[in-house]
């Protein structure tokens, strides 16, 4: 079972940016894709991000393309959202997650392992 810890989130006005970092215990995590979804306040958990296990492939939502950029440091065993542009709609609780092998890259089914999550909040 991995484990994951997400840090980084906070309050950023609109426009700025906000990196997430999300740590994984863990000797197997170069061969772990990877992913973060967001939650926001009365709305389901939706998925922002996918990373594949050499970071050679990721997949945006709609929403996010052009303004939020994923990588990975597998010596590090350490996934990273630099969110840009930021925007109110951004707000919401972010979570890493661990991809199931196999699986599907953009619904919840597809993941297993979440952090606790680290929430971001943007003001006008």
């Known amino acids: 079972q991995v484990q994951l810890v997400e840090s980084g989130g906070g309050l950023v006005q609109a426009g700025g940016s906000l990196r997430l970092s999300c740590a994984a215990s863990g000797r197997t995590f170069s061969t772990l894709a990877m992913g973060w979804f967001r939650q926001a306040p009365g709305k389901e958990r939706k998925f922002v991000v996918s990373?594949?296990?050499?970071?050679?492939?990721?997949y945006y939502a709609d929403s996010v393309k052009g303004r939020f950029t994923i990588s990975r440091d597998n010596a590090k065993n350490t996934v990273n959202l630099q969110m840009n542009s930021l925007k109110r709609e951004d707000t919401a609780v972010y979570y890493c997650?661990?991809?199931?092998?196999?699986?599907?890259?953009?619904?919840?089914?597809?993941?297993?392992?979440w952090g606790q999550g680290t929430q971001v909040t943007v003001s006008s």
């Open positions: 997650t661990k991809q199931v092998a196999g699986s599907y890259y953009l619904t919840e089914p597809g993941y297993d392992s």
């Open positions: 990373i594949s296990r050499s970071g050679g492939t990721t």
